[in-house]
T-cell receptor, first 115, second 111 residues
Framework: GAVVSQHPSRVICKSGTSVKIECRSL??????MFWYRQFPKQSLMLMAT?????????EQGVEKDKFLINHASLTLSTLTVTSAHPEDSSFYIC???????????FGPGTRLTVL | GNSVTQMEGPVTLSEEAFLTINCTYT??????LFWYVQYPGEGLQLLLK?????DKGSNKGFEATYRKETTSFHLEKGSVQVSDSAVYFC??????????FGAGTTVTVRA
């Protein structure tokens, strides 16, 4: 299947700083990318949907000014957690939709720890 | 709204045992149903899917049948291996490609 990478795989930051997570589709063009958040022993919760070249659509309860999403190209989407706080500590997962295969491919996730 | 309920784990089995993970759903509309698997340290991978009632998805010895009358999509495998140890997620999607996931079931297979 197609490959999606995320960088970094894990990051530790101080409270109040901003953290950027990159999501890349390596061998396909992802016109749509999704960002999820996964708490320990819980399911993935969709945060937002981003389409290349347009603004992201956020799910209810997700602060768009807190979680900035940019999808500037068909192979790259970024999630920036602004002014991070300990409650933002979580596992963030992205996926890209391969329109040709009509399937989503997931990245390996980024573990964010805010001290 | 759309939601997925799956059997809570963890599940621990011996090699060659039969595995069933129950999954039921509620949906406003006619969903496609999926099982994803997450191996340790890796991203989620699509295991199988079914897009309409009575469809059976199958892959790597796993099977699941889309049962509209019981709103279920239970995952089964007749003889598990150690390499099947992973977290399994049931999910659904309506036409907008957004996935709604169940809580995940951790399966551990002992040699």
């Amino acid at each position: 299947g197609a490959v999606v990478s995320q960088h970094p795989s894990r990051v530790i930051c101080k409270s109040g700083t901003s953290v950027k997570i990159e999501c890349r589709s390596l061998d396909f063009q992802a016109t749509t990318m999704f960002w999820y958040r996964q708490f320990p022993k819980q399911s993935l919760m969709l945060m937002a949907t981003s389409n290349e070249g347009s603004k992201a659509t956020y799910e209810q309860g997700v602060e768009k000014d807190k979680f900035l999403i940019n999808h500037a190209s068909l192979t790259l989407s970024t999630l920036t957690v602004t002014s991070a706080h300990p409650e933002d500590s979580s596992f963030y997962i992205c996926s890209g939709r391969d329109r040709r295969l009509n399937e989503q491919f997931f990245g390996p996730g980024t573990r964010l720890t805010v001290l | 709204g759309n939601s997925v309920t799956q059997m809570e784990g963890p599940v621990t089995l011996s090699e060659e045992a039969f595995l069933t993970i129950n999954c039921t759903y509620t949906a406003t509309g006619y969903p496609s149903l999926f099982w994803y698997v997450q191996y340790p340290g890796e991203g989620l991978q699509l295991l199988l899917k079914a897009t309409k009632a009575d469809d059976k998805g199958s892959n790597k010895g796993f099977e699941a049948t889309y049962r509209k009358e019981t709103t279920s999509f239970h995952l089964e495998k007749g003889s598990v291996q150690v390499s099947d140890s992973a977290v399994y997620f049931c999910a659904l999607s309506i036409n907008d490609y957004k996935l709604s996931f169940g809580a995940g079931t951790t399966v551990t297979v002992r040699a």
